[in-house]
């Protein structure tokens, strides 16, 4: 797109009030005092701000000590480090952490997200990671409990702590794979300011982020007050900007239309060739295969693409594999257009001493518009045509006249290219009440208390949805529809489908609604104190007792209910309810201190109750020890019994559809009766045909049928049978940091910590492709090919025997287990190139999967996804999108007072196709090894200005393949931007 001059002007005039706000930055670099950030440190506290504040409390624990005292591997990151990331949502920044798996980005490519991120850790789902702000809850944001992280005002985050472990018995459900922690400022005098906007080299993926914050202490210091206010807008980048997508998704719905014939019902093939012999045409041609309309009037064959006379380089149609295709991935929004309002209030106040009254605000109002590309007649009834209609072409006639049903009505197939994109339009609202009181009991004990409500409620709009009744009207009229709407519906040819008049747009079209609104209530009381002292401190001990109400509501319009719009699939009206009533123990307790070969010494244990309304009680519980055998020296394990119960969506989603990406065999899996098939084509390819024919293709068609599509649909509905996971999982690690304090190893730290999770009674969908997969026995479930397998009835074929849908509802599949090793690194050194306070830094994050397996039901073998590539799967879906051996993130350069020049490696290792798992002989490619470069730089002026500059994907990486992604890509694993330039300015005054 095109960006305005007001666009522009800003950008530039983010980029020149930040440097000249830092010219005063030279003359006092010589003075400065020595500064080193790591992008990412397992032992430092995550800035806040507020140099003289005390150790912040550790997250996955309610007892208080600091960060590198804690048994659990924790991975601190500063809010400068997501600052140089360039990154306008925060969940960009963190993604980059080999820790975390792309999970969902509402600002890339996704339509119906309401915009939300969610994060992922360890690929085991987004629901399965609890997202806090300074320890407490943060609304939901979707009926599947996910938390969008992009909600606060940048200007006032101090940090995030990830824990990457179970922590069920501190936190309760959700934290099977860990918590974020995302911290606020802990007090804040005068203006913070920051603005920040990006662009891509190509001119667009306009982005910007602008934050002010404000905050005050007040009634001679007893009381504090911090105010943040953010805006965040990005501009649409779609795939016809970018040459990798001009040729992706190869569609057969096509604009100018194809007659589909009934195997039942099929012209002769005398009809057939007689009228392309007309043409000029010497092959036969087989009369079950799809017909399209040349704007002549002519036909053509679409399979072979024979007497087809449109452009084949332009106007959005492309031969491919010598068939007539619309290759949809030009569509596709891989930048969505958002914008996003948020409000944050927090204030406390000491009400007598020893007594704080405490209160918290927030309320975001986010705008996200997606499209989806043009409407197709997909998902429930075909769309016809009586013969009596007058735009059929006259070759046409002939055809349709030679059948033994001569007046039958005929199915139709296409894509509405008449109507614009059908669009996403929704509206996105969050609000939260939060107030309390902490004070102290007696000496050694305090409490803390507080209660809270949040709303977030979801509008969406389906802008341009064609309404098939009303299509189907139009059709049906003896005049084509011209006496309900002027010229009325001309399907037959490109020209004509293109030349649909504004009244019959409006006639077959409208904007559909749904609305969904989801509240929380909890309540919670802690009570911390010290119990005895063994020699080495008080054992400390944190009582907790809580009550957590989650609401659900899902009203659809009457059309989204009655299957009435095209290509989208129904959805029911649903509601529901779920609470739960917690009571959780904590203890640390020093057992040596100062000692040789026991500098520290401790364990600790907690347990949680949680009685849900749903699934009944369920117990949590874990053990930690650290041991210090010198100062610089941490050795840390920790065994958690995690559980998280189903949630809301898990237990109350209606019947709801999205697209499952099948491909294109033989390179894909595509639909198993399909005569390009493994399994047609294997040795089993009669049987196969008969499971075929069982399911509803057409005993005439079953020798040539060919699925039209690379996708097909998916239904997702809730189930109240569900029970609460389980999940095991054990730590073991340590974490050296130098004890040298200068020299060449005077600034460095070392952790490695292994981890082990195995979760059972996995809560999840059984993924699509595998559905199909084990229906047509292609790894032995279904030896007999017997249409009545539990898999094989939950394909539904339409009237001419194409999957329709494929029903995936939530179950407890099975389990999961996954087990690897996580390594961070930092180090600096002094130099003397940027002046006396400037050190060169490395910081090395790694993680590697040794293993990620899925067991898809109880009692069947695990199946190995480790280096998988998975790309049609959603952000808590098991598999997740993928699970690469090796992740890193890696940064090093130059910093000091002054500011920081830097280079940022981002890899990830190669992947297999995700058809590999069943057929380890798959011919469908994987994706290689996939690395970017990032440059950075700031400049500061003391801790009043900073600047900021960068160049993302610096050597502009092109995009990989990705086979099992319906955009030949995953916009979510990898970058389709190419490369982008971003500047912002911070300032406090």
């Not at 194409?802 to 029903?807: G, R």
């Not at 009692?859 to 480790?866: H, I, S």
Request: hydrophobic share 40%; proline share 5%.
């Amino acid at each position: 797109m095109r960006l305005s001059l007001a666009r522009y002007a800003l950008s530039a005039s983010v980029l020149v009030l930040g440097l000249v706000a830092a010219m005063p930055v030279a003359a006092q670099t010589q003075t400065a005092p020595s500064s080193d950030t790591p992008a990412v440190d397992p032992t430092a506290q995550a800035d806040t701000s507020d140099a003289s504040a005390p150790d912040i409390v550790v997250t996955g624990s309610l007892i208080q000590r600091p960060n590198n005292d804690s048994a659990s591997p924790i991975v601190s990151v500063s809010d400068q480090a997501i600052r140089e990331t360039g990154a306008v949502n925060v969940v960009d920044a963190l993604n980059q952490i080999p820790s975390f798996t792309t999970a969902g980005n509402g600002n890339t490519g996704g339509q119906g997200t309401g915009g939300r991120s969610t994060v992922n850790l360890h690929g085991l789902g987004s629901n399965r990671n609890l997202v806090l702000l300074d320890g407490r809850r943060l609304p939901v944001s979707d009926i599947n409990g996910n938390v969008d992280i992009n909600i606060l005002p940048d200007a006032i985050l101090g940090g995030v702590d990830v824990i990457t472990g179970g922590a069920s018995a501190v936190y309760g459900s959700d934290a099977i794979s860990g918590v974020v922690n995302f911290k606020t400022v802990r007090s804040l005098e005068g203006f913070r300011a920051d603005l920040q906007t990006g662009i891509s080299e190509r001119g667009d993926a306009f982005k910007f982020n602008g934050s002010l914050a404000f905050g005050s202490s007040f009634a001679e210091d007893r009381g504090n007050l911090v105010a943040a206010f953010s805006y965040a807008q990005s501009d649409p980048v779609n795939g016809s900007t970018r040459p990798f997508f001009k040729d992706k998704t190869p569609s057969s719905f096509i604009g100018s239309g194809t007659f589909v014939p009934s195997a039942v019902n099929a012209p002769t093939a005398a009809a057939v060739n007689g009228v392309f012999s007309g043409y000029g045409v010497t092959s036969a041609i087989n009369p079950l295969l799809n017909l399209g309309f040349n704007n002549d009037g002519t036909l053509f064959v679409q399979t072979g693409a024979i007497n087809y006379r449109g452009d084949r380089a332009s106007n959005g149609y492309l031969i491919v594999g010598n068939n007539v295709r619309m290759p949809v991935g030009q569509q596709i929004q891989f930048q969505n257009e958002l914008e996003r309002k948020t409000a944050f209030v927090k204030a406390d106040y000491e009400v007598t001493p020893g007594i704080t009254a405490y209160g918290q605000f927030m309320y975001v109002n986010l705008a996200v518009r997606t499209e989806s590309g043009g409407s197709l007649t997909q998902f429930g009834a075909l769309t016809t045509v009586p013969v009596t209609n007058p735009f059929i072409p006259a070759a046409l006639r002939t055809v349709l006249a030679s059948r033994p049903n001569a007046t039958a009505p005929f199915t139709w197939n296409g894509r509405y290219v008449g109507v614009p994109y059908k669009n996403f339009n929704e509206q996105y609202t969050i609000q939260q009440y939060l107030a309390g009181v902490r004070g102290t009991i007696t000496d050694g004990w305090t409490f803390d208390a507080f209660a809270s409500w949040d709303k977030s409620a979801h509008q969406l709009a389906i802008g341009n949805a064609v309404l098939k009744n009303r299509v189907q009207t139009l059709l049906n009229a003896a005049d084509g529809g011209r006496s309900l709407c002027a010229g009325g519906l001309n399907i037959f040819g490109d020209a004509n489908a293109r030349s649909l008049s504004a009244a019959c747009r409006d006639y077959i079209t409208k904007t559909a609604f749904s609305q969904e609104d989801l509240t929380q209530t909890q309540a919670q009381l802690q009570i911390n104190g010290k119990l005895f002292d063994l020699g080495a401190g008080p054992a400390q001990l944190a009582l907790l007792g809580s009550y957590r109400k989650n609401t659900y509501d899902y009203v659809p319009d009457s059309d989204l209910r009655a299957q009435n719009i095209e290509s989208v699939i129904a959805s029911a009206p649903a509601n529901g309810d779920i609470s739960v009533k917690e009571a959780a123990a904590q203890i640390d307790i020093p057992l040596l201190s100062d000692r040789s070969f026991f500098q520290e010494l401790g364990v600790g244990a907690a347990v949680r109750i949680s009685d849900y309304s749903v699934t009944g009680s369920v117990t949590s519980y874990e053990g930690d020890a650290r041991w210090r055998p010198f100062q610089a020296l941490l050795v840390r394990g920790s065994y958690q019994r995690a559980v998280r119960a189903p949630n809301i969506g898990e237990l109350f989603t209606p019947a709801s559809g999205t697209q499952l990406v099948i491909g294109t065999p033989p390179g894909a899996l595509g639909d198993p009766c399909d005569v390009r098939s493994t399994a047609r084509t294997g040795a089993n390819g009669a049987r196969v045909a008969t499971l075929c024919v069982a399911q509803g293709v057409p005993s005439a068609a079953i020798g040539s049928y060919t699925f039209p599509t690379t996708a097909t649909g998916q239904t997702i509905a809730g189930n109240l049978d569900l029970t609460p996971e389980r999940a095991d999982t054990y730590n073991i690690g340590f974490v050296f940091d130098s004890p040298a304090r200068d020299g060449l190893f005077g600034d460095f730290t070392l952790s490695v910590d292994y981890y082990n999770i195995k979760v059972s009674n996995v809560i999840s969908t059984v993924p699509g492709l595998t559905v199909l997969s084990k229906c047509f026995n292609l790894d032995g479930t279904n030896p007999n090919y017997e249409a009545g397998n539990l898999y094989c009835s939950l394909i539904r074929r339409n009237g001419v025997g194409e999957i329709d849908t494929v029903n995936t509802p939530y179950l407890n599949i099975g389990g999961l287990r996954t087990d690897g090793v996580e390594v961070q690194a930092n180090w600096s050194v002094p130099t003397r190139f940027l002046g006396d306070t400037s050190r060169f830094f490395v910081n090395v994050g790694v993680d590697w999967t040794r293993n990620y397996e899925v067991q898809l039901l109880p009692g069947t073998a695990f199946l190995d996804y480790t280096g998988i590539s998975n790309g049609g799967a959603g952000p808590t879906s098991v598999p997740p999108r993928a699970t690469p051996k090796w992740k890193a993130l890696s940064s090093f350069g130059l910093r000091s007072e002054a500011g920081t020049l830097g280079l940022r490696w981002r890899f990830q290792d190669k992947l297999a196709d995700v058809s590999s798992v069943l057929t380890p002989a798959t011919a469908q490619v994987g994706v290689d090894a996939y690395s970017l470069w990032d440059l950075f730089a700031t400049v500061k002026a003391g801790r009043s200005y900073e600047v900021r500059l960068g160049v993302n994907n610096l050597f502009d990486k092109d995009l990989p393949f990705v086979a099992s992604s319906q955009n030949g890509t995953d916009v979510a694993l990898y970058d389709p931007i190419g490369r982008s330039f971003y500047a912002g300015v911070r300032f406090n005054f």
